[in-house]
C-alpha cells in the first residue's frame, strides 16, 4: 500500500507519525526547501481533547507538557484607553490549552520521521482507484492514496472539490517584538504571561507571548482585501506608519507595540465555506486547513492534527477506502461545529462593537 501525504505541517506531521507509531509507512511530501525555509510563525495553544489529543496518539503527550507553558494561558483584556477589563490567570495545574511555540511541535512530530523537502506539489489526479501526484520538479508519482495537508491554498483539493478560500473582511498584519524582558521590560509586563487583546470598534491589537522573550503582535482590522492599494507592503516604515495612523488615538503602550516592530507580515483572513465537504472521491482525502479553513481562532492546528491522528488509526486497518469514508463524515461533523464557532467568534471579535468581544470572552472563561 503507498500513501502519501501532501504537506508537513501540523497536520501532515500528526498523520504521518501516528501511521509509523503503528508500523505503516509513509511518503511525507513538503514544498518548503528544509526545515527552517520560513519563520514557524506564532505559538500554538493545543487543546486537550484535541491536539492533545492527536498527541497522545502519537505517543507524544508527556514530550509535549515537558515543553508547553501552561502560564501562556494567561488572558488580559484592555480598553483602547488602556486600562484593564479582564486579567485571567491560568491554575498552577491549569492544562486546558498550554501554548507550545510551532518549531518544537514540528520537531516534537518530525522526531524519526524522513521528511522529503523541496517536493513541491503542483496537482494530483485521481487515477485507476488511487492517485497520481504532480511535481514541480521531477516525475509524477502514483500512490493509493494520497493526503491533501497542504493548507488554506492545497493543490490536492481540486481533484475534490471546487471550492476555495474566500476572504472574510478582516485582516491581520503581524509583527514581533524579540528579547522583550531585557529591552522593553515596561512592554514584557504589558502583555504578562500568556496573551494580551485590545478591542476597538472594528479592529483589535492582539499580542501573545513566545517561548524566548519573543512576543508576537497582530493588528487586525476590517477592511476591503485591496486595502494596500497605495501602500507597499515590503516597505515597514510605510506599514507601521499605516497601522498607526489606523489606531490613532488608542493608548500609547499599545501603539508602542506597533512602534517597535521591525518587520511587518500581511495576513489578511480567509475562510473556506462552512461545513464544506465534498463527493468521496477514490485515493485522496484531505485534512487540516486544506478542508476547513477558518478563522485563527485557537481551533485550526488542534483539528488538523486530531484528524491526522484519526485519518492514521483508520486506515491503519481494514479496507484503506472504507476507513478514508469513515474519517471524512467524522471530519466533516467535527470541521462544520468549530466553523460555525470560529466564523461567529471573528465577527464579534473584530465587531463594531467591543463590548461583543468582552461578552465572548466572559462566555468561554
Ligand atoms: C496568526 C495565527 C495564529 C494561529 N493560532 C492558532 C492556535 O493557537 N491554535 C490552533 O489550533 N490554530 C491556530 N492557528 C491556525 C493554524 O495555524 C492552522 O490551522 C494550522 O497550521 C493548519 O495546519 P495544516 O497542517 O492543516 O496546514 P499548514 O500548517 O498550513 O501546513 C501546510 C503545509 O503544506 C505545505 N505545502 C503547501 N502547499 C504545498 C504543495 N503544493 N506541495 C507540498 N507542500 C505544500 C506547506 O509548506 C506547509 O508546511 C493560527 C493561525 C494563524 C494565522
Not at 509513509?26 to 520560513?38: H, I, K, M, S
Not at 501562556?72 to 491560568?90: S, T
Not at 508519482?141 to 478560500?165: M, Y
Amino acid at each position: 500500500m503507498r500513501i502519501a501525504v501532501v504537506g508537513g505541517g501540523p497536520g501532515g506531521l500528526t498523520f504521518a507519525r501516528v501511521l509509523h507509531r503503528l508500523g505503516r509507512s509513509v511518503t511525507l511530501l513538503e514544498r518548503d526547501p528544509g526545515p527552517d525555509a520560513r519563520p514557524p510563525g506564532g505559538s500554538l495553544d493545543l487543546q486537550e481533547g484535541l491536539g492533545q489529543l492527536a498527541l497522545e496518539k502519537a505517543g507524544l503527550l508527556a514530550q509535549f507538557q515537558a515543553l508547553s507553558r501552561p502560564e501562556g494561558q494567561a488572558m488580559r483584556i484592555l480598553d483602547v484607553d488602556g486600562r484593564v477589563l479582564r486579567d485571567w490567570h491560568p491554575g498552577a495545574d491549569e492544562q486546558a490549552n498550554p501554548e507550545i511555540d510551532r518549531r518544537q511541535l514540528r520537531d516534537l512530530l518530525i522526531g524519526p520521521l524522513e521528511v522529503q523537502w523541496g517536493r513541491a506539489v503542483t496537482r494530483v489526479v485521481p487515477e485507476n482507484g488511487g492517485a497520481v501526484v504532480h511535481f514541480a520538479n521531477g516525475a509524477p508519482e502514483s500512490f493509493d492514496l494520497v493526503v491533501g495537508a497542504d493548507g488554506a491554498w492545497s493543490r490536492v483539493r481540486p481533484a475534490v472539490s471546487p471550492a476555495t478560500a474566500q476572504y472574510t473582511g478582516v485582516t491581520a498584519v503581524e509583527t514581533d517584538l524579540r528579547d522583550v524582558d531585557t529591552h522593553r521590560p515596561d512592554l514584557a509586563r504589558l502583555v504578562g504571561d500568556g496573551t494580551m487583546a485590545v478591542y476597538g470598534v472594528n479592529r483589535a491589537v492582539v499580542a501573545q507571548r513566545n517561548s524566548g522573550g519573543q512576543v508576537k503582535i497582530y493588528a487586525q482590522f476590517r477592511a476591503p482585501l485591496n486595502w494596500h492599494a497605495d501602500l507597499d507592503l515590503t516597505d515597514h516604515d510605510a506599514v507601521r506608519s499605516s497601522l498607526l495612523e489606523r489606531f490613532d488615538g488608542w493608548a500609547d503602550p499599545v501603539l508602542e507595540l506597533l512602534r517597535q516592530g521591525r518587520t511587518f507580515v500581511h495576513r489578511p483572513i480567509h475562510v473556506l465555506p462552512v461545513s464544506h465537504t465534498w463527493t468521496h472521491v477514490r485515493g485522496v482525502t484531505l485534512l487540516g486547513d486544506a478542508a476547513h479553513l477558518m478563522p485563527p481562532l485557537g481551533a485550526g492546528a488542534n483539528l488538523a492534527m486530531l484528524d491526522g491522528a484519526e485519518l492514521a488509526e483508520a486506515i491503519a486497518t481494514g479496507d484503506l477506502d472504507e476507513g478514508v469514508r469513515g474519517f471524512e463524515e467524522r471530519m466533516w461533523a467535527r470541521a462544520g461545529r468549530w466553523a460555525q464557532i470560529t466564523a461567529a467568534g471573528l465577527e464579534r471579535l473584530v465587531s463594531p462593537d467591543p463590548a461583543e468581544a468582552l461578552a465572548l470572552f466572559d462566555r468561554v472563561n
